[in-house]
């Protein structure tokens, strides 16, 4: 307290000159009506000014606040067009989860690409549960932290999916040509299906990883092996790997299970 009497003390011209200033800028604002005028617009720019940047602030966080609302109900949505496609009406419907999640990093220039979202253990993600975009097929998560996941990229050379011709049980590999982010190539699809330019390619639901029928994308080009009995071929994806901000995580409650018996098998051969 001393400190501050003694503050104001050593400066009393400064803080005099000052309080005469103010009182002065009191008295020619209350005798003038137009110094009350002018003060009462610039009191009125500065708060709707200020009213509106709080505002744009507001509207952000709500804004942010509904696009949680609307992942979280892409995902519930996916869900149940899973359910419902699903042919099994037994208790294995609902088998398959979605976890929305936002892309934090996303590689697409390298040979072994990755991606990291902003979901880890704390939400129940573990490695080898598949991630999907809007548009199709994304990747696999190889690592977790309790809030982040490292996802091997589809466009890795390190990856293969099975995938199928849409509405038919023909299977084959998803591998990555290397050169463009959005052509991939399908290997090992046998010969003795009927394949046309613009046919879909999907999950197979084989792995469990996915589910059965997500669009991976469409033929446009393919070829048969010489002295082989499988396709070559071509497709462009639905999915563009370069343009990627949020994406759903699988959840397949059953994949603890059937990596159990599985593994069981294995150790029998």
Do not use: C
Request: net charge positive; hydrophobic share 40%.
């Amino acid at each position: 307290m001393l400190k501050l009497i003694r503050f104001f003390i050593e400066r009393k011209s400064f803080v005099l000159f000052t309080l005469l200033e103010l009182l002065a800028l009191v008295l020619v604002i209350n005798s003038h009506n137009y110094a009350r005028l002018k003060l009462f617009h610039i009191q009125t720019a500065i708060s709707g000014w200020s009213n509106e940047k709080l505002d744009v602030v507001h509207q952000y966080f709500n804004l942010k606040n509904e696009h949680v609302k609307l992942l979280k109900q892409n995902a519930l949505l996916l869900k149940e067009i899973q359910d419902k496609s699903s042919p099994l009406k037994t208790s294995l419907k609902g088998q398959f989860n979605f976890v929305p999640a936002q892309v934090i990093s996303n590689q697409y220039t390298f040979d072994n690409n990755i991606i990291l979202i902003n979901k880890g253990t704390k939400d129940s993600l573990r490695p080898e549960m598949g991630v999907i975009g809007t548009n199709g097929i994304v990747g696999i998560i190889q690592n977790t932290s309790p809030h982040f996941s490292k996802v091997i990229s589809v466009l890795n050379k390190k990856i293969k999916i099975n995938v199928s011709l849409k509405n038919t049980n023909y299977t084959g590999f998803l591998e990555w040509n290397y050169q463009d982010p959005n052509k991939f190539d399908v290997v090992d699809m046998p010969q003795d299906v009927s394949l046309k330019i613009g046919d879909t390619i999907v999950t197979s639901g084989v792995s469990n990883i996915f589910p059965k029928n997500i669009p991976v994308g469409k033929i446009i080009d393919f070829k048969k092996l010489a002295g082989q009995k499988n396709y070559k071929i071509n497709i462009h994806t639905f999915m563009d790997m370069r343009n990627i901000n949020n994406v759903y995580v699988v959840n397949n409650k059953y994949q603890k299970e059937i990596d159990s018996l599985l593994n069981k098998q294995n150790k029998i051969q």
